[in-house]
C-alpha cells in the first residue's frame, strides 16, 4: 500500500524532531560551566537565534495551513 502525503508527513516530522532534541539536548550539555565558559550575551545570541528559526517555522506551517483554506475551482 502506498503511503499518502500525511502518513510520509509524520514519518518524515517525527525523525527530525527527534533529531533536532537531540541536537538541542547536546546544545544545552554547553551549558555546563565546569567544562565551558559564557557570557550572557552568547547565550543570548543562541536563545534569539533559536527563536527566530521557530518564528519563521511558525510562519511556514501556518502559510502552508491557509493555502489549503483558499477557494478554488
Do not use: P, W
Not at 547536546?26 to 550572557?40: V, W
Not at 552568547?42 to 506551517?61: A, G, H, P, W
Amino acid at each position: 500500500m502506498k503511503e499518502n502525503k500525511h502518513e510520509r508527513f509524520k514519518r518524515v516530522a517525527s525523525k527530525r524532531m527527534q533529531n533536532v532534541l537531540k541536537e538541542m539536548s547536546s546544545l544545552e550539555n554547553c551549558s555546563n560551566t565546569n567544562t565551558y565558559d559564557f557570557t550572557t550575551n552568547d547565550v543570548n545570541k543562541m536563545i534569539k537565534t533559536l527563536n527566530e528559526k521557530i518564528q519563521e517555522i511558525r510562519i511556514s506551517y501556518k502559510k502552508g495551513l491557509s493555502d489549503n483554506n483558499k477557494f478554488k475551482f
